[in-house]
């Protein structure tokens, strides 16, 4: 069965900062991978999407990047945190266009 | 651009008692439509989709959805509430993107 991992879970990072948040796939090939970000009463933002190694769509500018440099991996990035950044950070996958997506258990950060 | 309501933000029922949260969607055909749950600091889970056929959809823990094109909606139903299922209740659609859009979310509180 698929499972998708996505660490940490929490993270205390000062203001100008580096931020890498990681997550990886298991038991499917190919899939389309997603970041989120949640803020309360807002709902899901959809920040970067991947339908394949190195092909990176951003929907929202930001101070945010994104890479994926293998199949079942995606990385969210930052040079330099700000305190807007503080937010949850969930890594989801499909199979498809437009099928089911299914989450990570969430990057809880917060920018001090 | 396809949209996604939710009208009720928070919504507070007895335990044992009947539960309705609406969605809405706007697109022009007839989208995939999904619904998630999620717990405080939490992924989302998925609890049922629809995708064509019957209009009434059963997922897990006792939820079922249905689809009305006249009114382009996709409520969630549940008989009877426990108080495991207060949550934060997002619905879903996708149609013809990658991504799938996603309303803001209800809020669910269960009184004992």
């Known amino acids: 069965s698929q499972t998708i991992h996505q660490w940490p879970a929490t993270l205390v990072q000062p203001v100008g900062s580096p931020l890498s948040l990681e997550c990886t796939v298991e038991?499917?090939?190919?899939?389309?991978l997603y970041w989120y970000r949640q803020a309360a009463g807002r709902g899901l933002q959809l920040l970067f999407y991947?339908?394949?190694?190195?092909?990176i769509s951003s929907e929202v500018p930001q101070n945010l990047s994104a890479s994926r440099p293998q199949d079942r991996q995606f990385i969210l990035s930052s040079k330099k945190l700000l305190l807007s950044d503080s937010g949850f950070y969930l890594c989801?996958?499909?199979?498809?266009?437009?099928?089911?997506?299914?989450f990570g258990q969430g990057t809880r950060l917060t920018v001090v | 651009a396809q949209s996604v309501t939710q009208p009720d933000i928070h919504i507070t029922v007895s335990e044992g008692a009947s539960l309705e949260l609406r969605c809405n969607y706007s697109?022009?055909?007839?989208?995939?439509l999904f619904w998630y749950v999620q717990s405080p600091g939490q992924g989302l889970q998925l609890l049922l989709k629809?995708?064509?056929?019957?209009?009434l959809v059963q997922g897990i823990k006792g939820f079922e959805a249905e689809f009305k094109r006249s009114q382009s909606s996709f409520n969630l139903r549940k008989p009877s509430v426990h108080w495991s299922d207060a949550a934060e209740y997002f619905c879903?659609?996708?149609?013809?993107?990658?991504?799938?859009?996603f309303g803001k979310g209800t809020k669910l509180s269960v009184i004992p």
């Open positions: 991947s339908v394949g190694i190195g092909q």
């Open positions: 629809y995708f064509s056929g019957d209009t």
């Open positions: 697109y022009g055909a007839t989208p995939y």
């Open positions: 989801a996958w499909n199979g498809g266009v437009s099928t089911e997506a299914f």
């Open positions: 879903a659609s996708g149609a013809g993107s990658y991504q799938l859009t």
């Open positions: 038991g499917t090939s190919n899939p389309n």
